[in-house]
């Protein structure tokens, strides 16, 4: 690691004006800053540790009935708080989902908003990276790439936005509030990211010295009957997504009034299914419904490369999430959260039964 | 060294009568649960540096520049060491002076054969600037195009396998018994590159004083390493010593000197100081072993009856360029079934990799992974029950050798293991089993088998005055138990309660415990302290019989019995003396016994010596998804004589699910351009964690066996990962008609394949 | 460039000059301050093995840097028995025989700790091996320490109730 300046502001202002400075980063918890710094694939000259930040640190129930949730609060202590698990299930589940509970009792919720790909050319420095190395090609193309994206990728990256989290948060509609150099601003979580096009260096809307200060969630209590994330993992806990949904559905009358669906391990980043939706919104929550909504949440989907089946795959895990969510959030967050082996009864699921 | 037990009041330390065959907990659980255990890489000494390796990240070609200047320039950085200013060695790293001394890299030309090989090492006096040191290297090469993969270059017949084994084998005539077959199976499995992955890093922490060498490092073999060592530095063999009271795991990873402790040697001569190097994880993907790749396929031929008539097991794999270790996989077909014709054949490329190396159970876990599945067909092709099958092909006799097997409760484990399980209830037919949440469930069953090896072990035994013992031999605890069932047999041989008997292991100035390795240890070290504690016995037996002071006068004959501290005449136990009224009656301080544990010879070429065991295995498989869970796993094993029924299920349950990991979780992603391990870390490489094993049990079935060594100890450590990996492959089958060949099973290929279930 | 840190590590004030910035809490912890129990499995966070508390919190050691720790509170596998008593997760790793080689042990057995005191898991056995599973065990003792976790959490209850009584 190389060695770097250490700085430790009082003040948002004074965080802003340390990290605008080129070669800056603020730290959080340092759960992924620290991984990419110890493998070389960030060098940064100068530290701004934020985590003393005042006021970053809370949950606040909002007039409209909306949260806003500081940037420093922990994954842990978000997903664990009784209303808020309450009015965005969804979210919890995710959360609960992503890594450990090590970690998530360490990382942040901005950081988990900014954490960077797991592609392993990303993070094998001796490999061409166009967003590690601008310019410098990617091996990921033409190599191992069975898990790379199938939506939103170019030719420069084909890379994947790892986060849990942010799927249901974009599903949802999160704003992100950001200090600035200019003052605060507000930004849709949706735009937050960038595609890569021909600059995939450029990860984010954020400019020099930009600090996420809280992300904010509308009211959604309409959805949180209906809201589940469910996750495929290469083994059943402390893995990145295979591929991964979010979907909330507000029932009434036996028809889907309106519908939240996004997907995750698909895309560059957390990929809001808005054609989903569309099908969604006004029909009967039944298997037809859910896998015309899964055919137009991947109607603009192709390989990268040896990955055609996670196209597929993202069809039924749009479908199957959309069925449990129709068969209701359940009382308590299952044991294995997000996981296909939660127990779920088999009556909640219709597609279980074709060939048995 | 003594394991220095704390003395904790309230100690859990649990027993339930003495020593061999009880279940007493570890003797060494207090230090582990509470952080006294010392691991090499826990020591600090004063003064010391820390060493750390820069590597190679092309896969062959030539080093032609190292940035020296920026590495020495950062602040903290002592010394780097490179071709031009390392030390001398005494012998060259590409001699091979037995089949057993690897190859290995430590700065002796500008050579790279493999991504991750060492290059240089950087010398700091902090981690931290060491670290960046190595990274301000910045190497420049003359790379070639990386050989990768099975196919890459021309295969050959590999001289011998498992570096002394025939690489071809066979019993009758295959082509005949191939075409008399009413069915047969021709199949083709793949495994992938598997790297060890102890929990501990190589590590090593090395100080010289003059020519002498003193080294904290995990090692699976003691006097194996030292006397490496000092092959390899010149030294004279009492001139290094190596403390290694607990490894992190080993696997097999940590029974060979790698490169990287040479080179931690040689930096800490360099600079005279002690010096630390430990290994990153991704460094581990390389230098020190691994499991080589393998494409088996596997032709089986069947009577009407179900009865094999012909097996082929042809096993490809690769190697290195520079050594010649090669997987032994298809010896898996050499024990498990019976056949008229049975041939195992082996073919090898060479490929720009670091050698391969044993990993836990070397040939019988890729090999029965293969074989297992295939019985399995074969098994659904005859339409019978797939254990039925393998009754039907039951081996009375080992069947390349066709000699007697030295004892085989097999078909004991067959019965507890599927009565315990509930096999009879399992339907013939795949894709028939859903749980009440929807998902396919599919059960599976696969025959395990390994060697029971004994190797080289001596041993010392003393009686003291005050009537405890001591017992020394550098044995090696990597997690098997060695510091506790070790003495158990200890207590026993000397016939004292374990808490009178003070156990000495893991170090290097200790008698030579031999391997912990190849399921061996307990056999091979208990065999000699058996022998060192019975040496004791008679020479004190020698002094009672022959004193007419002593009641034992005159027991020569009819012979004594050693128990809780005292000598009894066998033909009247009204008459004994304690070991301490002997002894103090000779006028001696104590007596010393030293004993030998090896094969008998004799018993060797009349006997096959095998553990056997059957593992069954529930998946749970979501019907689209295509996501599995192994959702119980039953192990029933036959091992001889077990010494400690909790570190034996212990073993046997991570045994099973390194099984588990075989078939579902691991796999080394190579890029076939680079060479270089893209998932060389833990959180790309999966191995099973908590949540992924629900329940396992493993069932020790009885077995006497008079032959295998003189205790009846066969070995408990690698058998459970073979028939694992087919019992859960064969369960992923069951439940879903789709039959992956190539292992770890992934999810499309489940998602995908029940498209297309049969 | 120097630092000064202060921390309460087992109950006990340290005051930490560090001349280097990039010092992990798991390298204050086992180089420089020569607690080594805590473990160095990955440095990557993940493995687990060099899980400890931080203000009452199982983190990884690894992935935090000391400096900006300065003023917490972490305990270390050192800092459980006390009074020459081990901790109830730690006697119950023992009789369940949760570990082999015991390098993973000291990550777990905090991870334990930590697990029991966020109260989310209870007696599910699901929810124990889930909440665990952020602990690689190579030796793949699993079965050993979710029993562990299960025991010495009623134990901690029973004792629990007994104070309050």
Same mark, same amino acid.
């Given at each position: 690691?190389?060695?770097?300046?250490?700085?430790?502001?009082?003040?948002?202002?004074?965080?802003?004006?340390?990290?605008?400075?080129?070669?800056?980063?603020?730290?959080?918890?340092?759960? !992924?800053?620290?991984?990419?710094?110890?493998?070389?694939?960030?060098?940064?000259?100068?530290?701004?540790?934020?985590?003393?930040?005042?006021?970053?640190?809370?949950?606040? &129930?909002?007039?409209?009935?909306?949260?806003?949730?500081?940037?420093?609060?922990? !994954?842990?202590?978000?997903?664990?708080?009784?209303?808020?698990?309450?009015?965005?299930?969804?979210?919890?589940?995710?959360?609960?989902?992503?890594?450990?509970?090590?970690?998530? !009792?360490?990382?942040?919720?901005?950081?988990?908003?900014?954490?960077?790909?797991?592609?392993?050319?990303?993070?094998?420095?001796?490999?061409?990276?166009?967003? &590690?190395?601008?310019?410098?090609?990617?091996?990921?193309?033409?190599?191992?790439?069975?898990?790379?994206?199938?939506?939103?990728?170019?030719?420069?990256?084909?890379?994947?936005?790892?986060?849990?989290?942010?799927?249901?948060?974009?599903?949802?509609?999160?704003?992100?509030?950001?200090?600035?150099?200019?003052?605060? &601003?507000?930004?849709?979580?949706?735009?937050?990211?960038?595609?890569?096009?021909?600059?995939?260096?450029?990860?984010?809307?954020?400019?020099?010295?930009?600090?996420?200060?809280?992300?904010?969630?509308?009211?959604?209590?309409?959805?949180?009957?209906?809201?589940?994330?469910?996750?495929?993992?290469?083994?059943?806990?402390?893995?990145?997504?295979?591929?991964?949904?979010?979907?909330?559905?507000?029932?009434?009358?036996?028809?889907?009034?309106?519908?939240?669906?996004?997907?995750?391990?698909?895309?560059?980043?957390?990929?809001?299914?808005?054609?989903?939706?569309?099908?969604?919104?006004?029909?009967?929550?039944?298997?037809?419904?859910?896998?015309?909504?899964?055919?137009?949440?991947?109607?603009?989907?192709?390989?990268?490369?040896?990955?055609?089946?996670?196209?597929?795959?993202?069809?039924?895990?749009?479908?199957?999430?959309?069925?449990?969510?129709?068969?209701?959030?359940?009382?308590?967050?299952?044991?294995?959260?997000?996981?296909?082996?939660?127990?779920?009864?088999?009556?909640?699921?219709?597609?279980?039964?074709?060939?048995? | 060294?003594?394991?220095?037990?704390?003395?904790?009041?309230?100690?859990?330390?649990?027993?339930?009568?003495?020593?061999?065959?009880?279940?007493?907990?570890?003797?060494?659980?207090?230090?582990?649960?509470?952080?006294?255990?010392?691991?090499?890489?826990?020591?600090?000494?004063?003064?010391?540096?820390?060493?750390?390796?820069?590597?190679?990240?092309?896969?062959?070609?030539?080093?032609?520049?190292?940035?020296?200047?920026?590495?020495?320039?950062?602040?903290?950085?002592?010394?780097?060491?490179?071709?031009?200013?390392?030390?001398?060695?005494?012998?060259?790293?590409?001699?091979?002076?037995?089949?057993?001394?690897?190859?290995?890299?430590?700065?002796?030309?500008?050579?790279?054969?493999?991504?991750?090989?060492?290059?240089?090492?950087?010398?700091?006096?902090?981690?931290?600037?060491?670290?960046?040191?190595?990274?301000?290297?910045?190497?420049?090469?003359?790379?070639?195009?990386?050989?990768?993969?099975?196919?890459?270059?021309?295969?050959?017949?590999?001289?011998?396998?498992?570096?002394?084994?025939?690489?071809?084998?066979?019993?009758?005539?295959?082509?005949?018994?191939?075409?008399?077959?009413?069915?047969?199976?021709?199949?083709?499995?793949?495994?992938?590159?598997?790297?060890?992955?102890?929990?501990?890093?190589?590590?090593?922490?090395?100080?010289?004083?003059?020519?002498?060498?003193?080294?904290?490092?995990?090692?699976?073999?003691?006097?194996?390493?030292?006397?490496?060592?000092?092959?390899?530095?010149?030294?004279?063999?009492?001139?290094?010593?190596?403390?290694?009271?607990?490894?992190?795991?080993?696997?097999?990873?940590?029974?060979?000197?790698? /490169?990287?402790?040479?080179?931690?040697?040689?930096?800490?001569?360099?600079?005279?100081?002690?010096?630390?190097?430990?290994?990153?994880?991704?460094?581990?993907?390389?230098?020190?072993?691994?499991?080589?790749?393998?494409?088996?396929?596997?032709?089986?031929?069947?009577?009407?009856?179900?009865?094999?008539?012909?097996?082929?097991?042809?096993?490809?794999?690769?190697?290195?360029?520079?050594?010649?270790?090669?997987?032994?996989?298809?010896?898996?077909?050499?024990?498990?079934?019976?056949?008229?014709?049975?041939?195992?054949?082996? $073919?090898?490329?060479?490929?720009?990799?670091?050698?391969?190396?044993?990993?836990?159970?070397?040939?019988?876990?890729?090999?029965?992974?293969?074989?297992?599945?295939?019985?399995?067909?074969?098994?659904?092709?005859?339409?019978?029950?797939?254990?039925?099958?393998?009754?039907?092909?039951?081996?009375?006799?080992?069947?390349?050798?066709?000699?007697?097997?030295?004892?085989?409760?097999?078909?004991?484990?067959?019965?507890?293991?599927?009565?315990?399980?509930?096999?009879?209830?399992?339907?013939?037919?795949?894709?028939?089993?859903?749980?009440?949440?929807?998902?396919?469930?599919?059960?599976?069953?696969?025959?395990?088998?390994?060697?029971?090896?004994?190797?080289?072990?001596?041993?010392?035994?003393?009686?003291?005055?005050?009537?405890?013992?001591?017992?020394?031999?550098?044995?090696?605890?990597?997690?098997?138990?060695?510091?506790?069932?070790?003495?158990?047999?200890?207590?026993?041989?000397?016939?004292?309660?374990?808490?009178?008997?003070?156990?000495?292991?893991?170090?290097?100035?200790?008698?030579?415990?031999?391997?912990?390795?190849?399921?061996?240890?307990?056999?091979?070290?208990?065999?000699?302290?058996?022998?060192?504690?019975?040496?004791?016995?008679?020479?004190?037996? $020698?002094?009672?019989?022959?004193?007419?002071?002593?009641?034992?006068?005159?027991? /020569?004959?009819?012979?004594?019995?050693?128990?809780?501290?005292?000598?009894?005449?066998?033909?009247?136990?009204?008459?004994?003396?304690?070991?301490?009224?002997?002894?103090?009656?000779?006028?001696?301080?104590?007596?010393?016994?030293?004993?030998?544990?090896?094969?008998?010879?004799?018993?060797?070429?009349?006997?096959?010596?095998?553990?056997?065991?059957?593992?069954?295995?529930?998946?749970?498989?979501?019907?689209?998804?295509?996501?599995?869970?192994?959702?119980?796993?039953?192990?029933?094993?036959?091992?001889?004589?077990?010494?400690?029924?909790?570190?034996?299920?212990?073993?046997?349950?991570?045994?099973?699910?390194?099984?588990?990991?075989?078939?579902?979780?691991?796999?080394?992603?190579?890029?076939?351009?680079?060479?270089?391990?893209?998932?060389?870390?833990?959180?790309?490489?999966?191995?099973?964690?908590?949540?992924?094993?629900?329940?396992?049990?493993?069932?020790?079935?009885?077995?006497?066996?008079?032959?295998?060594?003189?205790?009846?100890?066969?070995?408990?450590?690698?058998?459970?990962?073979?028939?694992?990996?087919?019992?859960?492959?064969?369960?992923?089958?069951?439940?879903?008609?789709?039959?992956?060949?190539?292992?770890?099973?992934?999810?499309?290929?489940?998602?995908?394949?029940?498209?297309?279930?049969? | 460039?120097?630092?000064?840190?202060?921390?309460?590590?087992?109950?006990?004030?340290?005051?930490?000059?560090?001349?280097?910035?990039?010092?992990?809490?798991?390298?204050?912890?086992?180089?420089?301050?020569?607690?080594?129990?805590?473990?160095?499995?990955?440095?990557?966070?993940?493995?687990?093995?060099?899980?400890?508390?931080?203000?009452?919190?199982?983190?990884?050691?690894?992935?935090?840097?000391?400096?900006?720790?300065?003023?917490?509170?972490?305990?270390?596998?050192?800092?459980?028995?006390?009074?020459?008593?081990?901790?109830?997760?730690?006697?119950?790793?023992?009789?369940?025989?949760?570990?082999?080689?015991?390098?993973?042990?000291?990550?777990?057995?905090?991870?334990?700790?930590?697990?029991?005191?966020?109260?989310?898991?209870?007696?599910?056995?699901?929810?124990?091996?889930?909440?665990?599973?952020?602990?690689?065990?190579?030796?793949?003792?699993?079965?050993?320490?979710?029993?562990?976790?299960?025991?010495?959490?009623?134990?901690?209850?029973?004792?629990?109730?007994?104070?309050?009584?």
């Amino acid at each position: 690691m190389k060695t770097f300046d250490y700085v430790r502001p009082a003040t948002i202002s004074e965080a802003i004006a340390a990290a605008a400075v080129p070669g800056s980063a603020y730290l959080a918890a340092g759960t !992924n800053l620290l991984d990419l710094m110890k493998g070389g694939i960030t060098r940064p000259d100068r530290l701004v540790d934020v985590t003393r930040l005042p006021g970053l640190d809370r949950i606040e &129930r909002l007039p409209d009935g909306g949260v806003r949730i500081g940037a420093l609060v922990r !994954n842990a202590d978000l997903a664990n708080d009784a209303n808020f698990a309450r009015s965005y299930p969804a979210v919890a589940e995710a959360l609960l989902s992503g890594a450990s509970a090590q970690l998530r !009792n360490a990382a942040t919720v901005g950081g988990n908003l900014l954490q960077r790909t797991r592609c392993g050319y990303f993070y094998d420095p001796a490999s061409a990276c166009n967003k &590690r190395a601008p310019g410098s090609g990617c091996d990921a193309r033409d190599g191992e790439n069975r898990l790379h994206a199938v939506l939103g990728w170019s030719e420069s990256c084909i890379a994947t936005h790892p986060s849990d989290f942010c799927v249901p948060l974009v599903a949802l509609d999160a704003v992100v509030e950001i200090e600035g150099r200019s003052g605060r &601003r507000e930004i849709a979580l949706e735009d937050l990211h960038r595609l890569p096009g021909s600059t995939p260096e450029l990860e984010t809307r954020l400019a020099p010295g930009d600090l996420i200060a809280a992300v904010r969630l509308p009211a959604e209590a309409a959805f949180a009957g209906h809201a589940r994330y469910l996750k495929l993992r290469e083994r059943t806990s402390y893995a990145f997504a295979v591929v991964s949904a979010a979907a909330a559905l507000d029932i009434e009358g036996g028809r889907i009034r309106q519908a939240r669906m996004a997907l995750g391990g698909v895309a560059p980043k957390p990929w809001r299914a808005r054609a989903a939706e569309e099908v969604l919104a006004d029909s009967a929550p039944d298997e037809t419904a859910f896998r015309r909504a899964a055919e137009a949440a991947l109607a603009d989907a192709r390989p990268s490369g040896d990955n055609a089946f996670k196209i597929e795959l993202a069809k039924r895990i749009v479908a199957r999430t959309l069925t449990l969510a129709a068969a209701g959030t359940p009382e308590r967050l299952p044991a294995l959260p997000a996981s296909p082996f939660s127990s779920i009864p088999v009556t909640s699921i219709p597609g279980a039964h074709h060939d048995a | 060294m003594t394991l220095e037990i704390t003395p904790i009041h309230a100690s859990p330390h649990i027993r339930h009568g003495s020593n061999a065959g009880q279940p007493l907990t570890r003797r060494d659980g207090i230090l582990k649960v509470t952080g006294a255990a010392r691991y090499a890489a826990d020591n600090n000494p004063a003064g010391m540096l820390y060493a750390v390796l820069a590597v190679s990240s092309i896969a062959r070609g030539r080093v032609t520049y190292l940035d020296l200047d920026a590495a020495k320039a950062h602040p903290g950085v002592v010394e780097v060491m490179t071709r031009a200013n390392r030390p001398p060695l005494a012998l060259d790293p590409d001699a091979k002076t037995t089949p057993f001394s690897f190859r290995f890299e430590a700065l002796q030309n500008d050579l790279v054969r493999y991504a991750n090989q060492p290059i240089a090492v950087v010398i700091g006096s902090t981690l931290e600037a060491a670290t960046e040191g190595a990274a301000l290297l910045a190497p420049r090469y003359e790379a070639e195009p990386a050989r990768t993969g099975l196919d890459s270059t021309e295969s050959f017949v590999p001289a011998a396998v498992r570096l002394i084994s025939p690489p071809e084998e066979r019993v009758g005539d295959v082509e005949k018994g191939l075409a008399a077959a009413i069915t047969q199976v021709d199949a083709t499995y793949e495994t992938p590159a598997q790297y060890h992955n102890a929990m501990e890093p190589h590590a090593i922490v090395a100080t010289w004083e003059g020519d002498a060498l003193s080294i904290d490092m995990p090692t699976q073999g003691l006097a194996l390493s030292q006397a490496r060592i000092a092959e390899i530095f010149g030294l004279a063999i009492e001139n290094v010593h190596i403390r290694s009271p607990f490894l992190g795991g080993g696997f097999g990873s940590k029974g060979v000197m790698s /490169g990287p402790m040479v080179l931690g040697i040689l930096a800490a001569r360099l600079v005279g100081k002690p010096v630390k190097l430990v290994l990153r994880r991704d460094q581990m993907y390389g230098p020190v072993g691994h499991r080589p790749p393998t494409r088996q396929r596997l032709r089986l031929g069947m009577d009407g009856e179900g009865r094999l008539t012909a097996l082929h097991h042809h096993a490809k794999t690769v190697t290195s360029t520079f050594d010649d270790f090669v997987e032994p996989a298809a010896e898996a077909s050499h024990v498990l079934y019976a056949s008229p014709a049975i041939a195992t054949t082996h $073919e090898a490329s060479r490929i720009d990799i670091g050698t391969p190396l044993f990993m836990r159970a070397p040939g019988e876990a890729s090999g029965s992974a293969a074989l297992e599945g295939a019985i399995d067909e074969a098994a659904w092709a005859c339409r019978m029950d797939p254990l039925e099958f393998r009754l039907r092909n039951y081996a009375e006799v080992e069947p390349i050798s066709g000699k007697p097997f030295s004892s085989k409760a097999l078909r004991e484990c067959y019965a507890e293991g599927a009565r315990h399980f509930g096999w009879s209830a399992r339907p013939l037919e795949p894709r028939q089993m859903r749980d009440d949440a929807g998902f396919l469930v599919g059960w599976g069953v696969g025959t395990a088998t390994f060697p029971a090896l004994v190797f080289q072990a001596k041993a010392r035994a003393v009686l003291k005055r005050d009537g405890t013992g001591l017992v020394e031999t550098s044995a090696a605890d990597m997690g098997q138990g060695a510091w506790t069932a070790l003495a158990q047999l200890a207590a026993d041989s000397l016939g004292l309660d374990i808490d009178e008997v003070e156990f000495r292991a893991g170090s290097s100035d200790l008698p030579d415990a031999g391997i912990a390795g190849g399921s061996a240890h307990t056999a091979t070290a208990g065999t000699a302290i058996h022998a060192a504690g019975g040496d004791v016995i008679s020479r004190l037996a $020698e002094l009672a019989t022959r004193d007419e002071r002593s009641p034992l006068f005159g027991a /020569g004959n009819a012979g004594v019995l050693a128990r809780g501290g005292r000598l009894f005449r066998r033909d009247d136990e009204s008459r004994s003396e304690s070991y301490a009224d002997i002894l103090a009656r000779a006028g001696l301080a104590d007596i010393e016994g030293r004993g030998e544990g090896a094969r008998d010879p004799n018993a060797a070429e009349a006997y096959a010596m095998h553990s056997h065991g059957a593992v069954f295995a529930e998946v749970k498989v979501d019907p689209d998804l295509g996501q599995v869970r192994v959702t119980r796993l039953v192990g029933a094993f036959a091992a001889g004589r077990v010494i400690n029924p909790r570190l034996v299920r212990s073993q046997y349950y991570g045994g099973m699910i390194w099984g588990v990991s075989f078939a579902l979780h691991e796999r080394a992603i190579v890029d076939h351009r680079s060479g270089r391990v893209l998932n060389a870390d833990l959180a790309e490489y999966h191995i099973p964690v908590n949540a992924d094993v629900p329940s396992v049990e493993a069932l020790l079935i009885e077995e006497d066996d008079p032959y295998v060594n003189p205790l009846g100890i066969k070995g408990v450590g690698e058998i459970g990962i073979t028939g694992t990996v087919g019992a859960v492959a064969n369960a992923v089958w069951h439940a879903t008609g789709v039959r992956v060949r190539s292992i770890p099973i992934r999810i499309e290929d489940l998602a995908m394949g029940a498209e297309f279930a049969g | 460039m120097n630092f000064s840190i202060s921390l309460i590590v087992n109950g006990e004030r340290r005051n930490v000059e560090l001349d280097d910035p990039r010092v992990t809490l798991l390298d204050l912890l086992r180089e420089r301050l020569h607690l080594t129990g805590t473990k160095k499995g990955c440095d990557r966070g993940q493995c687990g093995a060099c899980t400890v508390l931080v203000n009452g919190r199982r983190i990884n050691s690894c992935l935090a840097l000391a400096l900006s720790h300065d003023g917490a509170e972490i305990l270390t596998i050192e800092g459980l028995a006390k009074g020459g008593e081990l901790h109830p997760v730690q006697a119950a790793f023992i009789e369940h025989d949760g570990f082999q080689c015991g390098f993973c042990t000291p990550g777990q057995i905090m991870s334990a700790i930590g697990l029991i005191q966020e109260g989310q898991a209870g007696d599910d056995s699901e929810r124990v091996r889930e909440g665990m599973s952020g602990n690689l065990c190579r030796c793949s003792a699993y079965r050993g320490i979710t029993e562990a976790v299960l025991d010495a959490q009623t134990r901690l209850a029973k004792a629990h109730r007994r104070d309050a009584a």
